[in-house]
């Protein structure tokens, strides 16, 4: 057994996306993950349950993890950082003088101290604020970007899991998610694998090209695999990435994704994030008109949460 804390709400709900299905024209379900709970919910949230577990047992007292300025997985490190009476520090990148909205707000709010880093030197900045925090005696873990590792990517294949439980009667023929560190897609790559599941997890890429995303994630799977003594070994030919929807870069929302916001929002009154399920579900969107889908499949899109990043500039002033 792989040591699990209980810090989140699960199961998430899955729901039919009655409205939207009509709309497009295929059968669209949505799996909650933007309802897992920690400040606002996510899908780190999953990954931090095995991952600080880990933290407690090896006597960790801090919490140190990296992200972008709108980083959902700091806000939800911070948050359970809080619940379990630990230091967290954060290491954003971004500008300083960025106004305290969205995930920065929240990371405030939850007691985190943040150091500011530029894009660049981000692993540089990462690495100094860990060893001073040692060399104060403040007992700091390290959780990588999106507490993607293989601990963290078990989360992951323990949904999958959970779904299937909860699709018993029909299962998808594929699920879409957002992919970006990649943890999050290894682990329903696993559990998809080792259940012998006859459908497919199709990661829309965030911002990778799908050769590299594809490798990440089966080292991913495959870490997590042999933590749980599993068999089974994925092959980067094994994971169905698309990258066709990496538009400006990482947290450039164009028009795609705004208008994913709005009929998502509009049709079936479900936040979309602009950065990951936004780009995502413009994704999913897109090959339902192109024909990507047979007309019967079952779709379910893997909603990963990040909805405080609507309420932070350039995003919000850009949606209305
Ligand atoms: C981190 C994140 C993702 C991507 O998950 P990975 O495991 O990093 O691939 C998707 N959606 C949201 C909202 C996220 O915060």
Known sequence: MIARLKLTHLPTPVEPLLRLSTQLGVRLSIK????????????????LEYVLAEALAVGAKTLVTVGAAQSNHCRQTAALAARLGMKCILVLSGDAGNAAD????????????????????????????????????LRP????????????SIAYATAFDEMLGQLLEEPPDWIVVASSSGGTQAGLALGAKRSKFGGRVLGISIDHPAG??????????????????????????????????????????????????HLFAN???????????????AGLMD???KGYFQPNDKILFWHTGGIPALFAEPYASQLC
């Open 287 to 289: 090959l339902i008109r």
């Open 102 to 137: 969205g995930n920065v707000l929240v990371d405030q709010l939850l007691g985190a101290e943040i150091i500011w880093t530029t894009k660049e030197r981000r692993a540089e900045t990462l690495k100094a604020a860990f060893d001073k925090a040692w060399e104060d005696g």
């Open 32 to 47: 909650r993950d933007d309802l897992t709970g920690p400040a606002l919910g996510g899908n780190k949230a999953r990954k």
């Open 212 to 261: 590299e995303l594809r490798e990440t994630v089966a080292f991913l799977a495959n870490e997590a695999g042999s933590r749980l003594k599993e068999k089974n070994i994925l092959h980067p030919e094994d994971i169905w990435v698309c990258d066709d929807y990496l538009g400006s870069g990482y947290g450039v929302m164009s028009v795609a994704e705004r208008n994913a916001i």
């Open 141 to 152: 873990y390290l959780i990588p970007l999106g507490a993607s590792n293989g601990l963290g």
């Open 267 to 281: 049709t079936e009154g479900i936040l979309l994030d602009p950065v990951y399920t936004g780009r995502a579900a």
